[in-house]
């Protein structure tokens, strides 16, 4: 199994490889969601607004002009 499917976060949009942790959860991305246990594909209690896993390049890339 590689990286990325290790880590369905990284093939997310709202992934922030430079900041860190995500749009949805700033402070660190839940262990079971960042560990592939369970796609993030509904909005949860604990996270900033209504962001859930959509596949793409990280948006944080194009901003830092990356």
Known sequence: MNEEELL????CIHFRPIEGG???FPEGIPDDI??????????????????????????EYKEYGL
């Open 8 to 11: 369905p976060c990284l093939k």
């Open 34 to 59: 960042a560990n592939g246990e369970r796609l993030h594909d509904k909005v949860e209690p604990n996270q900033v607004g209504d962001f859930v896993f959509e596949e793409g390049e990280p948006v």
């Open 22 to 24: 995500c749009k949805a």
